[in-house]
T-cell receptor
Framework: EDKVVQSPLSLVVHEGDTVTLNCSYE??????LLWYKQEKKAPTFLFML????IEKKSGRLSSILDKKELFSILNITATQTGDSAVYLC??????????????FGKGTKLSVKP | DTGVSQDPRHKITKRGQNVTFRCDPI?????LYWYRQTLGQGPEFLTY????????KSRLLSDRFSAERPKGSFSTLEIQRTEQGDSAMYLC???????????????FGPGTRLLVL
């Protein structure tokens, strides 16, 4: 059965700290891995990763994928209280041109204290 | 506003009643997805449309659930004879298959929070 496992499930840090969130997966017909940020509403898209070893960056956030070891990490540097949220990892699995279901992990709840 | 929209944002109903939710995707997106999310869990896939065709349904989608996308634009999700276990956030997402290559980004709407009493 396809699954996505995130760790840790929750994390408390202080402003200015750097955090690393982990996502491992076991899926057939991997297509892509996506990271979302969810506050008290719907998930908002952060990154989509399809190739191993290529880092994606957006401001203080960065992410990388290892397709050999089947995991991804999301780094947040110089954390701010506004980074407090649940970070969801999802893997898209599908065949050729068919649709890709998103299989989500349970998320990592990040709390950034002032 | 060019994002995914959902209506209503909140719905409270009594057990046994029918409810219907609407999703309007991003206009140029041909794919539309429904997910369900309960507290402390990631979203779970329910069903998926490409244009007006419903191409896949999860085993989570019991026969009390039905979804339509009649003109390939907006979609509705109906739950008949609601049960307390149906209480959840129902999320809609859309994406485009027009880009070549693997992977596509799904953009989520704000969700409809359902409470069944």
């Amino acid at each position: 059965e396809d699954k996505v496992v995130q760790s840790p499930l929750s994390l408390v840090v202080h402003e200015g700290d750097t955090v690393t969130l982990n996502c491992s997966y076991e899926v057939t017909n991997f297509r892509s891995l996506l990271w979302y940020k969810q506050e008290k509403k719907a998930p908002t898209f952060l990154f989509m990763l399809t190739s191993s070893g290529i880092e994606k960056k957006s401001g203080r956030l960065s992410s990388i994928l290892d397709k050999k070891e089947l995991f991804s990490i999301l780094n947040i540097t110089a954390t701010q209280t506004g980074d407090s949220a649940v970070y969801l990892c999802a893997v898209e699995a599908g065949y050729g041109g068919s649709q890709g279901n998103l299989i989500f992990g349970k998320g990592t709840k990040l709390s950034v204290k002032p | 506003d060019t994002g995914v929209s959902q209506d209503p944002r909140h719905k409270i109903t009594k057990r046994g009643q029918n409810v219907t939710f609407r999703c309007d995707p991003i206009s140029e997106h041909n794919r539309l997805y429904w997910y369900r999310q309960t507290l402390g869990q990631g979203p779970e896939f329910l069903t998926y449309f490409q244009n007006e065709a419903q191409l896949e349904k999860s085993r989570l989608l019991s026969d009390r659930f039905s979804a339509e996308r009649p003109k390939g634009s907006f979609s509705t999700l109906e739950i008949q004879r609601t049960e307390q276990g149906d209480s959840a956030m129902y999320l809609c997402a859309s994406s485009s298959s027009w880009t070549s290559g693997r992977g596509e980004t799904q953009y989520f709407g704000p969700g409809t929070r359902l409470l069944v009493l």
